[in-house]
Structures are given as C-alpha cells and as structure tokens.
C-alpha cells in the first residue's frame, strides 16, 4: 500500500525553502569563485603570450607601449 505524502506545516515549508536557499548560495558563491580564478588564469595567459610575441620581435614593453599610444 503506497504511503500518502506529509503535509508539512508552514513552518517546516519555511525551514526547508531556507535551508534550499542557504544550499544555493553557497553553490553560488564557490562558482562565482571558480569564475573569478578562470578570469584570472585566462588574463595570465593571454599577457603571457603577448609578452611572448612582444620578445620574439625583439621589441621591448616601452616600444609597444609607445606604438599603441601614436594613435
């Protein structure tokens, strides 16, 4: 025989909806923290690759610096 399902009282619909809120938050904030290193990951890489480029063509930062601001 199937068991019926448990009418909660206010206050326990409160407790549980609090309780799922306080979960995604929490999931929230340690994804927005994952974002925020990613960022930071792809912001290094993409400077590490124009300083790359930068050396292979024998300029010096100031050089490049200087060609962008002619503009």
Sequence with gaps: MARGR??????????KITAEINNMESSLTELKAAKKEIE???KTKRL???NDLIEANGMTFDEVKELLKKD
């Design 40 to 42: 930071k990951e792809i």
């Design 6 to 15: 448990k009418n909660y009282t206010l206050e326990e619909q409160l407790d």
């Design 48 to 50: 590490e690759e124009l």
